[in-house]
């Protein structure tokens, strides 16, 4: 063996210190570096979270205490430095009251081990503030006491069990509970994705209804359980499957299940109404109330088109509407026959004897359209804004031998010929007077703009005043109708203005039979509107016994949550 020398050793143990100080100071440096990636996720996390909280009220900024109180609370630090900015459009406006975005930047000082001259840690988050919306867009369809309703209890009575008899129970009991009902809470949607989802789940009317009651908070549940499970309820909804679609215009990319709140009294008024879409009734003369023997020859069959719209939506950057609903809840379609000769006095006996007036009306009617343009979350949130633009939906309608479409809410309303009023009012020979007519109206308003205050805003009502009146009755008795009379004179024809055609009448006796067109013309349009004015009375009583007003379209606001924000960087 060879003796090692000290210089060898000496020699050895410097390359060793120098390894081992090399090792130590690459890893303080590896060490400052992680630190550094600490802070920078640290930073960005804090800066998140003051971002979402500010987009809660961001009518509150540009301060924003409450989300500077959430980020002390979370570790900002003294020597950092937390900016507020309020952004419309991507850009920075200090008008926090129109902006729904906002910019949180967190610069903090960065002082790592063994790093020398690092520079500050930034991050940046933009959050939006996206509160979730909940209303019903409806007419006063059901909500009365359908006990004295006949029109309403034959559309809806058990036709095959199908249908609800609503005189049997309390029904105003239901859609007036207090119940809130999460909609993703249901059972029956239990397995669904995303909230989006919602609107093809085909669902039984009654376990809907049933799932509801025992998924909802606050309110009497175990009374509403009690009124549901009566018979007249039961049976009848267990019969009715529908896709929540039927009853919900759903617009809510993004939401969590927590935000889909409704009232159980109005998704039941919604199901329950879908449970008689598409049924028809025919009121008796007896089932009129108001009509006198003298519209005998009046009839009317009226069908429900669709129920009440839930809508719910959330508000999202360049989203426009936020949420929007529509409902048509009516079609009917009237045959006015005869009338009795003794019961108009003279008018009757005319119409009856000389005109042999059969003309058919189609209508839509009742509902409306309403979209939420905007909401402003404030803090305290009675102080918040929900503007709505709301549009009756008052009536369509079509005065022809037929048409399309009435009782329909997709396609549109397509008239059909024009009524024939008479074949031979007075002959010359074998040449009739024919008087036909036809006219489409719609009854229509411009859109009203309503804005609601306060966390849960109220009913909003609209009424339009109409030009022609506020009732069916003065707006057909002054309808502008487009009477036609077609004369055959043998060889020729005349078109009831006094220019005949050539034939083997000669033009004396052309002249004779278009001055009587012409009169006839005039006599039609003269007695045609107190006939129509009768009719619209007719449909008005009808109409009001289904709790329709036509100038009036019912929104309800279920609630406003602006508990919501989404980070958008």
């Given amino acids: 063996m060879y003796p090692i020398l000290k210089k060898q050793q000496h020699g050895a143990v410097t390359v060793l210190t120098g390894f081992v100080l090399a090792v130590a100071v ?60 309020c952004l419309i459009d991507n850009q920075v406006t200090n008008d926090c009251t129109e902006a729904i975005t906002v910019r949180a ?46 029109v309403l209890d034959g559309i809806l009575t058990a036709a095959g069990g199908g249908a609800v008899v609503v005189s049997g129970v309390d029904y105003r009991a239901l859609v007036q509970s207090d119940v809130v009902v999460n909609l993703l809470d249901l059972d029956a949607a239990a397995n669904i994705a995303s909230p989006n989802e919602l609107a093809d789940v085909q669902v039984e009317a009654y376990e809907l209804l049933r799932d509801a009651i025992a998924k909802g908070r606050l309110g009497n549940q175990n009374a509403a359980l009690q009124l549901l499970n009566q018979d007249a309820l039961k049976v009848p909804l267990q019969n009715v499957d529908l896709q929540l679609g039927d009853i919900m215009d759903l617009d809510v990319d993004g939401a969590s299940s927590k935000f889909l709140n409704v009232n159980l009294g109005e998704l039941a008024h919604a199901v329950i109404l879908r449970s008689g879409q598409g049924k028809t009734v025919t009121p008796s003369s007896t089932s009129l109330l108001g009509i006198s023997s003298e519209l005998i020859g009046v009839s009317a069959d009226i069908t429900i088109l669709q129920p009440p719209k839930l809508f719910i939506g959330r508000k999202l950057p360049m989203k426009s509407p936020i949420a929007k609903g529509k409902t048509a809840q009516v079609g009917v379609n009237v045959t006015i026959g005869a009338l009795p000769a003794g019961g108009l006095g003279q008018m009757g006996g005319l119409l009856t004897n000389v005109l042999g007036i059969n003309i058919n009306l189609q209508m839509r009617a009742g509902g409306g359209e309403v979209e939420v343009e905007n909401v402003t979350c404030r803090l305290p949130r009675t102080e918040n804004d929900t503007t709505l633009k709301i549009k009756p939906v008052l009536a369509e309608v079509c005065i022809a031998q037929s048409s399309t479409g009435y009782n ?38 411009g859109n009203t703009t309503e804005v609601l205050e306060g966390a849960f805003p109220p009913v909003a009502h609209t009424t339009v005043p109409l ?21 055959e004179t043998g060889g020729g024809g005349g078109n009831g203005n006094g220019n005949g055609g050539g034939g083997g009448l000669g033009g004396l006796l052309d002249g004779i039979i278009n001055g009587i067109a012409y009169n006839v013309l005039e006599s039609v349009k003269l007695l045609l509107g107190p006939v129509l004015g009768i009719v619209g009375y007719t449909l008005d009583n009808i109409l009001g016994q289904l709790g329709i007003n036509l100038n009036q379209v019912e929104v309800t606001m279920l609630g406003v949550d602006c508990s919501s924000s989404v980070l958008t960087r």
């Fill in 467 to 487: 030009s022609l009146g506020q009732s069916l009755e003065n707006f057909l008795e002054n309808v502008d109708i487009n009477s036609q009379v077609a004369v």
């Fill in 26 to 85: 690459g890893a303080l440096g590896v060490l400052g570096v992680g630190q550094t990636v600490w802070m920078k996720q640290n930073s960005q996390a804090l800066a998140d979270m003051a971002a979402l909280t500010a987009a809660r009220q961001v009518s509150d900024g540009p301060d924003f205490t409450e989300a500077l109180n959430v980020a002390t609370a979370n570790g900002l630090q003294q020597e950092d430095t937390l900016v507020f900015e």
């Fill in 105 to 150: 930047t967190l610069t903090r000082p960065n002082n790592p081990y063994f790093l020398l001259n690092a520079a500050p840690i930034t991050a940046i988050a933009e959050a939006t503030t996206a509160p979730v919306v909940a209303g019903l867009v409806s007419t006063r369809l059901l909500e009365l006491n359908t006990g004295k309703s006949p």
């Fill in 408 to 445: 329909t809410v997709s396609d549109p309303l397509v008239c059909g010929a024009p009524a024939k009023l008479v074949d031979t009012m007075t002959k010359q020979g074998n040449n009739p007077i024919t008087v036909t007519l036809g006219a489409k109206v719609t009854m229509s308003s």
